[in-house]
């Protein structure tokens, strides 16, 4: 599609097209975001003899074989492309949106490319190998990966620190006075999950705290489930834990959950924290205590960082978001 098609669509002149995708005055707040739309809509790519000073960034999300780890059900994924989209328009920044399979990572990568050449690579993953990303920077040398880390070498990336993110969720059930911790991990251990769980037993080895053993549990990270089978035998345990430390939060509502159909209430008896800041979190009886980066933070570094490419004095970056506790129902004091 031509900007002159654009222009017919939304029943304006090619030159407030223009004014449109440069983010220039001249036209009406409602004119813009109906042209914006429609070129949104088209999957309009600005040509790149075109005199418009726009980049072209493509965003691929990669899809993997086992269900649980599709983007549609990862809120951060989703609420992160939102604000990814706001800061490019600022920018502008034109967004191509790929769901690839990590399969074929390549062979796909390399037919969009020879469709719609970008001018840089957004990858939203947790879990694509280092020789893949390595591939594709070959292939793309201004690529930039969000949502994991790949600290030995000088591939640009932005991510959580993870860390920093269990030393301080420990930390915080210490200062409610909690010392006897169980522990729920991810059964898939992905980088972001070993790393807070590096941070959390950090935080142990300062207080000198032994974490629970005997009730160290290991789930599916992406679903709701029930533990309560799992859990039955050691409820009545004199030792059981007052407090747990859950590796996200879809692990932490499923404990609650779990808890609550063996007669444990949380937190008058078990405090729950996670990890992510879902939205189910908000709405769950109790209200999530967890902590999480700020995704709007998040979204304006990725652009920055997508516009250090276009500088002539560029040099490859690598990011560590830290993040907050969103303090809510899921603890108490003990």
């Known amino acids: 599609m031509r900007l002159e098609d654009i222009a017919k669509l939304a029943d304006v002149s090619v030159s407030s097209v223009s004014l449109a995708l440069n983010d220039r ?114 292939n793309q040398p201004n690529t930039l990966v969000i949502n994991n880390s790949y600290l030995s070498t000088n591939i640009d990336f932005l991510n959580t620190n993870n860390v920093y993110s269990g030393y301080t969720i420990a930390n ?39 974490l629970n053993e005997e009730f160290i549990y290991s789930f599916m990270p992406a679903e709701i489930a029930d533990y309560s089978k799992e859990m039955k035998e050691k409820i009545m345990d004199e030792n059981f ?37 879902i939205p189910e979190g908000k709405i769950f009886i109790p209200e999530l205590t967890t902590i999480a980066a700020s995704i709007e933070f998040t979204a304006e570094i990725a652009i920055k960082k997508i516009l250090n490419f276009f500088k002539k004095e560029y040099l490859p970056t690598q990011t560590l978001i830290p993040s907050q506790i969103i303090i809510r129902d899921s603890c108490q004091k003990k």
């Open 241 to 277: 834990p007052t407090a747990f430390i859950c590796e996200n939060d879809y692990l932490a509502i499923s404990l609650i959950k779990s808890l609550h159909s063996l007669d444990k209430k949380v937190p008058e008896q078990v405090s729950v924290v996670g990890f992510d800041n």
């Open 172 to 210: 915080y059930l210490f200062q409610l006075g909690h010392l006897n911790i169980g522990y729920i991990s991810s059964s898939e251990r992905k980088e972001n999950f070993i790393e807070r769980e590096i941070g959390v037993k950090k935080a142990f080895k300062e207080k000198k705290i032994i």
């Open 25 to 138: 005055p001249g036209i009406s707040k409602k004119t813009r975001e109906k042209i914006l739309k429609i070129i949104e809509e088209s999957n309009y790519v600005p040509p790149k003899n075109s005199k418009l000073n726009v980049k072209t960034v493509r965003i691929l999300i990669v899809k993997h074989s086992n269900s649980t780890n599709n983007y549609q059900i990862k809120p951060f994924f989703s609420e992160l492309l939102e604000y990814l989209d706001l800061e490019a328009k600022k920018n502008k920044i034109y967004l191509i949106l790929n769901l690839i399979n990590q399969n074929s990572l390549m062979n796909e990568f390399k037919f969009l490319e020879s469709n719609q050449p970008s001018d840089a690579l957004i990858i939203l993953s947790d879990s694509v190998s280092l020789e893949l990303i390595a591939e594709l920077k070959k």
